[in-house]
């Protein structure tokens, strides 16, 4: 900070470290020691009340008058939980002050610490910042600059040349916090919901991760994906906790994770119920059970991309058979039917608890358990000593045969003959359908919880977010163009947004049907969560499954990019605002620039010299190096 008068004057600068900072109420910290080095460094040590983690905190004031060091002795100040240095210096009209804080945090949970001591810590700590402070904020800048461009600005860059600056800034916003909520330095914790931004959901890690956030980094950064995949081959053991403990096998993943050996840490009370005024119990940690097919989907979504295949041997081959464990102990056979069910549970809509065959829940279930024998095949063949380890360890020969048996019969809800209405699960076709006007242009989320409680919700033809949208999103070769659009029409006017997460899936979706408008409307809708004159959305932090979403509509949604089982598939459709795009991934370690007009497409294979199949509007090609193609535009009347 620089500060220049326009008269003489006495400025008094008060820094240091604040120990007294609480969230939400809680201080979860104990007191710890508190210490100055040569009057210029301050130090504070503190430890968390539950895990026993130790803080270190170190900052040191640089000063200088314009431009030339000040060597002025500070008045320490230590109070309860604070520590501060204090200089008063004389100014005179039109002179520069520049005050330079610079600080260095490490904590005994950090890898390169975890056999320290706390007085070891400390040391290395302050070693460190001398280091750092001597190299002065432009240097660090500098540094900064470089390792921002290294990773993502002439990496990953996305450009969108529009009529509206905006949507630039808004992906440019999206990149800058998917990069720096990813934990990319340790696998052991991954992406929170609310990224670093905020207090909401206690920083745990959801569904959010597999779905939303982890495909920028599949498709962009894939040794941050890695990373994000292995967190969860970490926390089996949790999975494997919260099965035993509902009388299930395999792994079944808690709906809110944190420490790898924490399990489910969803709270199981929240707010208060407006009819009963008591606190409203939280079944998602209970019934939501999508999640272990979400983790199994977003790791077989980082193999397609990145084709690892080092770390599906070790790794995520055991993820995708333990998840389907759990999923063949979680059905119920009915004889009446001859089909095997899921029943009581909570897909991705929260609206509707304790439901029967939830169509995006059994679908990912079989999906799961379909990819999970197709890797027992596999393995069988082309990896005899990882089979037999994983036989060992997993009883695979026994779960396969349970596999076989129940793969055909799981009951997959079909469409309606009258109308390829998709049941989202037993009972919402027969609840109450009610005028759902008002919570449509509702201005804040979740006002239909002023005329309704949750139970009485749960009876009415009205989602909370995309269930059906989304399994088309993720397993979109099973559906055909007719049953979309006839479950968009039956879907979207029950569906009141009232999740982050709804909106970038809805954009995709309406872009995929070629409907310009609807999809742009959409992606702004999408883009005013955390960007728009409403800010108190963002109050508990931003919402990383919506930032998430944001590089989805552009790069999935008008950029037209999927990986279909196995495939690459292009067939972009811009926005009437848009003149171009340009964006970049990585597809088996190639990097390829795709930039695209309303007129043309061309995409280059930049790094690599291995040929790429892929389906390019409905066309098959090859892609070597470059591949230049000619895009009709589409009229929007046409479209409509």
């Keep these: 900070m620089t500060i220049t008068p326009d008269a003489d004057a006495d400025i008094i600068i008060r820094s240091g470290i604040n120990g007294a900072v609480t969230n939400s109420g809680t201080q979860h910290f104990s007191e710890g020691e508190k210490r100055f080095y040569d009057k210029k460094y301050l130090q504070y040590v503190q430890t968390t009340t539950q895990h026993r983690i130790d803080f270190v905190f170190t900052s ?12 002025i002795q500070p008045f320490i100040s230590m109070e309860r939980r604070k520590l501060f240095s204090v200089y008063t210096i004389p100014v005179k009209k039109g002179e520069s002050l520049t005050i330079t804080k610079i600080s260095y945090a490490a904590t005994s949970f950090d890898k390169e610490y975890t056999d320290k001591t706390t007085r070891e810590i400390q040391e290395d700590c302050l070693a460190k910042l001398k280091v750092q402070c ?12 470089a390792k921002w461009d290294e990773l993502v600005w002439d990496n990953v860059p996305i450009t969108i040349e529009s009529d509206n600056n905006f949507d630039q800034l808004a992906i440019r916003f999206a990149q800058y916090h998917l990069q720096i909520m990813a934990p990319a330095h340790d696998s052991r914790l991954s992406i929170a919901a609310k990224g670093l931004s905020g207090e909401g959901y206690k920083g745990h890690t959801f569904w959010d991760n597999e779905i ?6 599949t498709f962009t950064q894939p040794q941050i994906a890695r990373s994000m995949c292995l967190y969860r081959f970490l926390s089996l053991e949790g999975a494997h906790n919260k099965a035993k403990a509902n009388g299930l ?24 119920d407006i009819v009963t005024g008591e606190p409203i119990k939280i079944w998602s940690g209970f019934i939501q059970l999508h999640i272990s097919a979400d983790v199994a989907f977003g790791i077989w979504q980082y193999y397609m991309m990145t084709g690892d295949k080092d770390f599906m041997q070790k790794y995520g081959y055991e993820v995708i058979l333990d998840t389907a464990i759990f999923w063949a102990s979680r059905f119920e056979y009915d004889e009446n039917d001859s089909k095997y069910h899921i029943n009581g549970v909570m897909g991705p809509d929260e609206y509707k608890e304790h439901i029967d065959d939830n169509a995006f829940t059994n679908y990912m279930a079989h999906w799961n358990i379909k990819r999970a024998m197709e890797s027992y095949t596999s393995l069988m063949k082309e990896n005899p000593e990882l089979f037999d380890s994983l036989n060992k360890k997993l009883d695979l020969d026994k779960n396969y045969n349970k ?9 997959l809800p079909q469409p309606r003959q009258k109308d390829l209405v998709v049941p989202q699960d037993k009972t919402y076709l027969s ?4 005028d759902l006007t008002i919570y449509k242009n509702q201005k804040n989320v979740c006002e239909i919880f002023r005329d309704y409680n ?3 919700v749960n009876g009415i033809q009205v989602s909370k977010q995309a269930d059906i949208m989304i399994l088309f999103l993720l397993l979109e070769d099973l559906f055909s163009a007719d049953v979309k659009k006839a479950n968009w029409d039956y879907y979207e006017p029950r569906t009141l947004h009232d999740s982050s997460l709804s909106l970038s899936t809805h954009a995709i979706l309406a872009a995929d049907m070629k409907d310009r408008a609807l999809a742009t409307d959409l992606f702004n809708k999408c883009v005013q969560i955390d960007l728009g004159e409403n800010m108190k959305s963002s109050d508990a932090g ?8 944001m590089w989805q509509v552009v790069v999935y949604g008008f950029g037209g990019v999927r990986m279909i089982n196995g495939k690459l598939r292009i067939s972009p459709i811009l926005p009437d605002a848009w003149k171009r795009l340009h964006f970049y991934f990585y597809r088996h370690g190639q990097r390829l620039s795709v930039d695209i007009t309303h007129d043309e497409i061309n995409i280059k294979n930049l790094t690599g010299t291995d040929e790429i199949a892929l389906d390019l509007n409905g066309e098959e090609a090859v892609l070597i190096d470059e591949f230049r193609k000619s895009l009709r535009r589409v009229q929007q009347k046409n479209e409509d």
């Design 60 to 71: 040191g004031i640089e000063l200088a008058l314009n431009s030339n060091s000040v060597d």
């Design 134 to 145: 001597s190299k002065g904020y432009n240097a660090l800048f500098e540094e900064s600059c």
């Design 212 to 217: 939303f956030t982890l495909p920028y980094f």
């Design 249 to 272: 096998t395999g792994a079944m993943y808690p709906w809110e994770s944190a420490r790898l050996e924490e399990g489910e840490v969803t709270p199981i009370w929240g707010a208060a």
């Design 403 to 411: 596999f076989i048996e129940i793969i055909d019969k799981i009951y």
């Design 431 to 434: 609840k109450k359908d009610i």
């Design 454 to 456: 949750l139970v009485q």
């Design 542 to 549: 931003i919402h990383t499954a919506s930032i998430g979403g």
